[in-house]
């Protein structure tokens, strides 16, 4: 009890603060950063009022003799990590059991987690793209066609990582690569038509985390957060939809169909 | 056929949870999971339900599969869910309502759209039936 004394608000506030930020940036929903937030506040004595969207965290908060202390904290860029959330409400279920430098020390080995290889994506993503070519009924030749493309988007999104473009522009790209490695299969003749093996490696460009994170958003009651979501998810679906369609359009013109 | 179409749904999945940074075992339940949404649409379609319903009762599902799994591992329900419904996702809808389009085909784009997004609407459905049961659920029995 003694310890908890000494911890000053402020301290507290960045914790909590912190390990929000890593679960919005992991791809969490936006309900549950501020449920985190609020959990870890009332953990250690201190009444935290906390506002999350998808690009900022505010959060401030009020101690026993009414002094408020607050702060914001942008979130530049977001990424899918779904261990990181894992982990997080791992702790948080246990928060009884830590104190506040041992929750400070797992936070930043948490934060520490790097994402899967480089080796590891590519092959997931080349086969996941295959994979689908089984359940759009597609024979052998199909299942090539998806697996190079698959291995396409994959380098593609390796090489781009980098530049942090808008994500808009990356899945226009990625939704051209599929189908042009699908449209090139079928002009040299490997496969009958260009459209499983194209449908089979958009699939690796659908939005589903956003998809699921806005109805999650939209049922906790965070309406403002569910809909720019759903906007994100209808934006994602857009960019592959016309990325595709620009380059079968080419090779309908060009192609000699 | 069948079978093989399930195997299929499992390994999709298990590729998608690696994309998403899944690790440990749960990528193993998040596996059994898609096959488990697979299966269930592939039967409720050989039943000849409209697709609408076949969507929505294979995520709703899908969805009572994650909570309670969720609940026994201690996650939380994205990290399974979210890559169990992939082999769901209606890809095809999006790639078929432009392909008809840069056709010229304007009648059947507008029919695949809205397919697609009468699809998209009844998974949502079922993942809101879904949770807000669960939510009910936990909220009694404190």
């Known amino acids: 009890m003694q310890n908890k004394q000494l911890i000053t608000e402020h301290r507290v506030l960045q914790l909590a603060t912190f390990a929000g930020k890593i679960v919005l940036t992991s791809g969490g929903e936006v309900y549950r950063v501020e449920d985190i937030i609020a959990r870890i506040g009332q953990h250690f004595n201190l009444k935290i009022d906390c506002f999350a969207t998808l690009t900022c965290i505010i959060v401030s908060g009020k101690n026993i003799d009414d002094e408020v202390v607050s702060l914001v904290e942008r979130i530049s860029s977001r990424s899918t990590n779904l261990d990181k959330i894992h982990q997080v409400h791992k702790l948080i279920n246990e928060i009884e059991k830590y104190s506040f430098s041992e929750l400070k020390k797992s936070l930043e080995n948490i934060n520490k987690i790097s994402p899967y290889s480089f080796g590891m994506n590519f092959i997931a993503s080349a086969l996941g793209a295959a994979s689908f070519v089984v359940s759009f009924k597609g024979g052998p030749n199909d299942f090539a066609a998806a697996f190079v493309a698959g291995c396409g988007v994959a380098l593609f999104s390796y090489i781009i990582s980098g530049l942090q473009l808008n994500s808009f522009f990356i899945n226009l790209i990625s939704g051209a690569i599929c189908a042009f490695i699908s449209n090139l299969f079928?002009?040299?003749?490997?496969?009958?038509?260009?459209?499983?093996?194209?449908i089979s490696s958009l699939m690796l460009l659908v939005p589903g985390v956003a998809f699921i994170n806005s109805i999650r958003d939209i049922i906790a009651g965070d309406l403002v957060s569910g809909t720019s979501r759903a906007m994100e998810v209808l934006m994602i679906g857009g960019a592959i939809a016309i990325g595709a369609g620009l380059v079968t359009k080419l090779f309908f013109n060009f192609g000699g169909f | 056929m069948f079978f093989i179409e399930v195997i299929f749904a499992f390994f999709i999945t298990i590729s998608f949870a690696i994309l998403f940074n899944v690790r440990g075992k749960l990528i193993i339940?998040?596996?059994?999971?898609?096959?488990?949404?697979?299966?269930?649409?592939?039967?409720?379609?050989?039943?000849?339900?409209?697709?609408?319903?076949?969507?929505?009762?294979?995520?709703?599902?899908?969805?009572?599969?994650?909570?309670?799994?969720?609940?026994?591992?201690?996650?939380?329900?994205?990290?399974?869910?979210?890559?169990?419904?992939?082999?769901?996702?209606?890809?095809?809808?999006?790639?078929?309502?432009?392909?008809?389009?840069?056709?010229?085909?304007?009648?059947?784009?507008?029919?695949?759209?809205?397919?697609?997004?009468?699809?998209?609407?009844?998974?949502?459905?079922?993942?809101?039936?879904?949770?807000?049961?669960?939510?009910?659920?936990?909220?009694?029995?404190?």
């Not at chain 1, 040299?188 to 093996?197: D, K, R, V």
């Not at chain 2, 998040?30 to 039967?43: E, H, K, R, T, V």
């Not at chain 2, 890559?83 to 008809?100: D, H």
């Open chain 2, 29 to 142: 339940y998040s596996g059994i999971g898609g096959a488990i949404s697979w299966l269930f649409y592939l039967l409720f379609t050989k039943e000849g339900y409209s697709y609408s319903t076949c969507y929505l009762l294979a995520t709703a599902i899908t969805a009572f599969y994650s909570e309670i799994v969720a609940k026994r591992l201690q996650t939380t329900v994205p990290t399974l869910l979210i890559a169990a419904l992939i082999p769901m996702a209606p890809g095809g809808g999006v790639y078929y309502t432009m392909l008809y389009l840069i056709q010229n085909k304007y009648q059947d784009s507008i029919l695949k759209g809205m397919e697609t997004s009468i699809i998209a609407g009844s998974m949502a459905l079922g993942i809101i039936l879904v949770t807000t049961f669960f939510r009910i659920f936990h909220l009694t029995k404190r």
């Open chain 1, 186 to 198: 079928y002009v040299n003749g490997i496969i009958t038509t260009p459209s499983i093996s194209t």
